[in-house]
C-alpha cells in the first residue's frame, strides 16, 4: 500500500492562518502546505486535506473553494481549521459555519475554530469603519494550543 499525502491548504489575508498552517506542518510532520490561491491543481495528489480558512465578515473566506472543488474534495479525508475573532461558539460562528452546504459539513472529519489577529495596519477605510462600530482593539490572540485536535486527526490518518 502506499503512503497517504497530507496538504494544509490555507487561506489567508493577513497571515495568521498561514502562522496555524505551518505549527500544524510543524506539529504533524510529513505534510504540505499551500497558499489556496495556488491548490487548484495539487489537491488532486493528496488523500488527507486540511482547508485552513480566515473569516471575513461573517463568511468562511474558503467556503467558496469548497463548494467549487467538492468534486474531488468529496473523495478525500477533510478537515476545516477556521480562523476568526469570534469564538468557536458564537452565534456568528455557527452562522458563518452553517453556510456551508450541509453535504460538506457532513463529509468533514472535523471542524475547530481557532482565534486569529487584529492589526490596523493595511486595512481598508471601510474595514477600520467597520471594526470601530464593534468596538474592536487591535489584539492578537493566535495560540499554537488551538492545533491539537487537528494534529491529532492528521496523525490517525496517517497511520493508517
Ligand atoms: C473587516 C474585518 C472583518 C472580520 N470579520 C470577521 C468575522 O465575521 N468573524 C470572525 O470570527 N472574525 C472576523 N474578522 C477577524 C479575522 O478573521 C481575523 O483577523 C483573522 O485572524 C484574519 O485571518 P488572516 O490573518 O489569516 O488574514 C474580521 C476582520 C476584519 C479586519
Known sequence: MTAMKAIVIYHTKHGSTKLYAEWIKQA??????????????????????????RTYMGRIAASSFLRKKWDILKNKKLYLVVVGMAPQEDEASQKSFNMIPE????????YLKAP??????????????????FKTKEEDKTDKKYIEPVVKWLQDNLAK
Not at 499551500?34 to 495539487?42: C, G, V, Y
Not at 453535504?103 to 472535523?110: K, Q, S
Not at 486569529?116 to 462600530?133: A, C, H, P, R
Open 28 to 53: 504533524a510532520g510529513n505534510i504540505d502546505i499551500a497558499r489556496l490561491e495556488q491548490a487548484d491543481s495539487l489537491i488532486n495528489n493528496y488523500d488527507v486535506i486540511v482547508i485552513a480558512s
Open 103 to 110: 453535504e460538506i459539513r457532513d463529509h468533514l472529519g472535523g
Open 116 to 133: 486569529g489577529k487584529i492589526g490596523f495596519e493595511g486595512l481598508k477605510f471601510y474595514e477600520k469603519l467597520i471594526l470601530k462600530k
